[in-house]
């Protein structure tokens, strides 16, 4: 069978099993979810007695030969699972060879591995799986692509997740998988059937931060600093996010983006962008001429580089200059995003 992805396992165990199965790769939730399928698929076809052997460089692969050739107590089919992290057999590839090009009978067996680099994909033991039974590289999803990958993920389960909110997990998960899968799964309660809205998911951080972070963007544009910065040390001492916070700022900078542009052009259009957009206060709009846009969202580029931590900085320390920024009380330099006063 062909080396296939993790999107088309499904598929091809519902065409048959193989006699052995290779799963690769470094996003543990995605790793798990395929070996999950695989046992599912062995359990249905049979295959009740599972047996895990952990493989280490002390590991006597005798133990496994030994397993392939006795006969299970009750004559039920078997599933040996050997979890190998580094993916380097040493003295079992062979063993590995064995299994794979003659199949001990009435024995799956299912080898997970970190991600494999081409040194290793390019071994024979992991040419023998590929070519007699089936490899399966879990590739990572991009952080670009996440958004979309929560999307899909609310649809398998019949829920819309607004755009505005899938951004907002990913922002808040910083790319892990496992993370963002949990919380899908705790807003898949939270929402009961409904569509899954952005303030659905700062409810489920807390509905004191779910209102405040929308009330410091509101106080930061329409140009109240007093009140901006008295809403953001409140928020600091909740223990609320700073990436959560840099969400609601940037949401007030697209709507008064895209407010500006649409004056500019008069035109009503809403653009591709707004479902990630506050619609602006009539504050905030009197005083749009005197806020330097562009400068704020660059501001706001290297605040969330700083929060990452893919930049220099207090986390804080950037998110309290931006809101300060946008309500007038500093002035964010041209190019480094970096706040004077």
């Known amino acids: 069978m062909p080396l296939i992805s993790d999107h088309q396992l499904k598929q091809a165990l519902g065409r048959g099993l193989a006699g052995i199965y290779l799963v690769s790769g470094d996003e543990p939730l995605l790793v798990g979810e395929a070996a999950d399928a695989i046992r599912a698929a062995a359990r249905a076809a049979g295959y009740a007695d599972r047996r895990v052997f952990f493989i280490e460089r002390t590991f006597d692969?005798?133990?496994?030969?030994?397993?392939?050739?006795?006969?299970?107590?009750?004559?039920?089919?078997r599933l040996f699972e050997l979890r190998m992290p580094n993916g380097k057999p040493d003295k079992g590839a062979a063993a590995l060879i064995d299994i794979a090009?003659?199949?001990?009978?009435?024995?799956?067996?299912?080898?997970?591995?970190?991600?494999?680099?081409?040194?290793?994909?390019?071994?024979?033991?992991?040419?023998?799986?590929?070519?007699?039974?089936?490899?399966?590289?879990?590739?990572?999803?991009?952080?670009?692509?996440?958004?979309?990958?929560?999307?899909?993920?609310?649809?398998?389960?019949?829920?819309?997740?607004?755009?505005?909110?899938?951004?907002?997990?990913?922002?808040?998960?910083?790319?892990?998988?496992?993370?963002?899968?949990?919380?899908?799964?705790?807003?898949?309660?939270?929402?009961?059937?409904?569509?899954?809205?952005?303030?659905?998911?700062?409810?489920?951080?807390?509905?004191?931060?779910?209102?405040?972070?929308?009330?410091?963007?509101?106080?930061?544009?329409?140009?109240?600093s007093q009140r901006a910065l008295r809403i953001l040390l409140g928020l600091k001492s909740e223990g609320v996010e700073p990436t959560l916070i840099l969400w609601a700022l940037i949401r007030e900078l697209r709507g008064l983006w895209?407010?500006?542009?649409?004056?500019?052009?008069?035109?009503?259009?809403?653009?591709?962008?707004?479902?990630?957009?506050?619609?602006?206060?009539?504050?905030?709009?009197?005083?749009i001429s005197k806020i330097p846009l562009a400068r704020l969202l660059r501001q706001a580029h290297h605040t969330d580089r700083v929060i990452k931590g893919l930049a220099g900085g207090d986390a804080w320390t950037a998110v309290t200059g931006l809101a300060a920024g946008m309500a007038g009380a500093l002035q964010a330099t041209e190019d480094s995003g970096r706040v004077q006063s």
């Open 258 to 287: 895209q407010a500006r542009e649409r004056s500019r052009l008069r035109s009503h259009d809403r653009g591709s962008g707004w479902n990630l957009a506050a619609t602006p206060s009539s504050a905030a709009l009197a005083r």
């Open 101 to 224: 090009t003659r199949p001990p009978a009435d024995v799956l067996c299912l080898v997970i591995t970190d991600k494999l680099d081409r040194k290793a994909g390019d071994a024979p033991w992991v040419r023998a799986v590929e070519q007699h039974g089936v490899w399966v590289p879990v590739r990572s999803v991009e952080t670009a692509a996440l958004p979309g990958w929560l999307r899909t993920r609310a649809n398998a389960r019949h829920l819309d997740l607004e755009p505005e909110a899938a951004q907002l997990i990913v922002d808040r998960v910083e790319g892990n998988l496992l993370a963002a899968n949990q919380e899908l799964d705790k807003l898949v309660l939270l929402a009961n059937g409904k569509r899954i809205t952005a303030e659905l998911v700062l409810r489920s951080v807390g509905d004191s931060a779910r209102y405040d972070v929308f009330q410091l963007g509101a106080a930061a544009t329409a140009g109240d």
């Open 61 to 77: 692969w005798d133990v496994v030969r030994q397993a392939t050739q006795s006969l299970s107590l009750f004559a039920e089919r």
